[in-house]
């Protein structure tokens, strides 16, 4: 996996072997490794971001998951969130960790601080904080359309892909917060919905 992280940015394959343990739920790991490639996507065409904030936020922001009750995880996101006190918990545990983790690593005490004000919040607010806010956020929703995410997503909810882009077109296109970040989100879901016409076709 190192190659996976070779970029100019520091410390990421360290980052990621000490998020990695509190990634096993929610196929979390899965998900930041898609979500930090597409972050890197992102950052290419935004040369004013911080990537050495970005990068590190993304593989840390999902954490804290991994201290929320197993049998409560997959009710406390998505179009109907039973439990939104829990959605905010599992930012507050992913500071704790996300801390802890880049402490280890002698992180200065201000890329610290901006990489820990990406990870607060990044599900319970929806709005735009910053540039490097708004790629953060575009970059874990991004993950959703590629055919991995839509996998993942019927899996979670019993769902098949025909259901499931419905709601990426309604429910999470109208949250993309970059040009870019939109492009891109409508690009893979015009593709997943041509590839199900073809098997419609097809059958």
């Given at each position: 996996m190192d190659a996976f992280f070779d970029t100019p940015v520091g410390n990421l394959a360290a980052i990621w072997l000490g998020a990695r343990p509190h990634l096993n739920v929610r196929n979390n790991d899965e998900h930041t490794l898609f979500s930090f490639m597409l972050a890197r996507t992102l950052l290419e065409k935004q040369p004013e971001a911080d990537p050495e904030v970005?990068?590190?936020?993304?593989?840390?922001?999902?954490?804290?998951?991994?201290?929320?009750?197993?049998?409560?995880?997959?009710?406390?996101?998505?179009?109907?969130?039973?439990?939104?006190?829990?959605?905010?918990?599992?930012?507050?545990?992913?500071?704790?960790?996300?801390t802890q983790v880049l402490t280890s690593l002698a992180y200065p005490e201000n890329q610290l601080a901006a990489i820990l004000a990406?990870?607060?919040?990044?599900?319970?607010?929806?709005?735009?904080?910053?540039?490097?806010?708004?790629?953060?956020?575009?970059?874990?929703?991004?993950?959703?359309?590629?055919?991995?995410?839509?996998?993942?997503?019927?899996?979670?909810?019993?769902?098949?892909?025909?259901?499931?882009?419905?709601?990426?077109?309604?429910?999470?296109?109208?949250?993309?917060?970059?040009?870019e970040g939109r492009r891109l989100a409508t690009l893979m879901l015009q593709t997943a919905k041509l590839d199900l016409e073809c098997v419609r076709m097809n059958v």
């Amino acid at each position: 996996m190192d190659a996976f992280f070779d970029t100019p940015v520091g410390n990421l394959a360290a980052i990621w072997l000490g998020a990695r343990p509190h990634l096993n739920v929610r196929n979390n790991d899965e998900h930041t490794l898609f979500s930090f490639m597409l972050a890197r996507t992102l950052l290419e065409k935004q040369p004013e971001a911080d990537p050495e904030v970005v990068l590190p936020a993304i593989l840390l922001h999902d954490t804290g998951w991994s201290k929320i009750p197993p049998d409560k995880i997959l009710h406390a996101f998505g179009p109907n969130n039973q439990y939104p006190e829990l959605t905010r918990q599992h930012e507050l545990e992913s500071l704790t960790i996300a801390t802890q983790v880049l402490t280890s690593l002698a992180y200065p005490e201000n890329q610290l601080a901006a990489i820990l004000a990406l990870i607060d919040g990044h599900d319970t607010t929806k709005h735009a904080r910053s540039l490097n806010d708004a790629i953060h956020k575009d970059a874990d929703k991004l993950w959703r359309y590629t055919p991995h995410g839509n996998r993942i997503i019927g899996e979670w909810f019993g769902i098949e892909q025909a259901e499931v882009l419905p709601i990426l077109e309604h429910y999470v296109l109208p949250g993309f917060l970059t040009d870019e970040g939109r492009r891109l989100a409508t690009l893979m879901l015009q593709t997943a919905k041509l590839d199900l016409e073809c098997v419609r076709m097809n059958v």
